[in-house]
């Protein structure tokens, strides 16, 4: 980027508007400054990207009002890792007001990441729930998956985020009386998701699971990932996830713990033991 865009950059990160503003009117004409809208930074972003996580919505306003700028520039994905729109981007960073105002403007509230998750995946695992309700209203499918199999509720669990899990758990139409998320962890049912245990009598973000009561957390399990059993603490799983131990099977494994201490790798057929903690 040349100097002039790198201000660009900056003065919307600020929310900056009057330096914006003289940008545009003395300095460049509509079709450059249009150009400098969907210019990229060093994150891959534009500045209705960076407009739209902060929250700069004067700013994000003029954007999505000046001359020549259509849906192109509206829904334009990044080019990180991730490739998201700046609709994405306002879930991301907690802009109700943000996403409202671009989707006023015909932003694609359908839109995905490279992994197939939603906004309302982002927003669950934010534990946003202004924003998981406004998604909802908005059409967004609360049992969608990405390629992980995954769905909101499952982030929202994972990140132990209570309120957001008990809303989506509510749309999903599994909530019963008496239930929590510890229950939810393992109605789920494709198998990404453990409880852990511990003998201490208090676990922060404390779950309970239906089979061994409380002190237990649920805890995410992707797929081709490692991931570890802290010393202190056992694993349960669900029924029929096959688990290999390459150095034979450890003495204190038993039919109620099915994991001890240790580092593991989920392949999404059979969990495998990488290395025991002792």
Known sequence: MDIQS?????????????????????HVPP???VRYLNSKGPDGWTPIHTAAYWGRCDVLRFFLTCPGVDIRDIDRVSTDY???????????????????????????????NFAEHTAL?????????AIITRLLELGLKVDAVGVDNATPLHYALQERQDAA???LREKEGEHSKGGDNGEIANKVGDLSYLCLFTDDEEVDGELSCPTHGTNAYADSVPPGKEFTIPYGYKGCIEPGVK????????????????LVPGTYKYDGV????????T
């Open 6 to 26: 790198d201000l660009f950059q900056a003065a919307t990160k600020q929310g900056d508007l009057a330096a914006l503003k003289d940008l545009l009117l003395q």
């Open 31 to 33: 079709e450059v400054f």
């Open 82 to 112: 991730e490739q998201i729109t700046p609709f994405y981007a306002a879930v991301r960073g907690d802009q109700l007001e943000a996403m409202n105002l671009l989707v006023e403007h015909g932003a694609d509230v359908q839109v995905t």
């Open 121 to 129: 995946h982002e927003a669950a695992r934010n534990g946003s729930v």
């Open 165 to 167: 899990a008990n809303l």
């Open 243 to 258: 688990v290999i131990y390459p150095q034979g099977v450890p003495a204190d494994v038993d039919e109620e713990f099915a």
């Open 270 to 277: 059979v969990i495998t033991q990488i290395s025991p903690i």
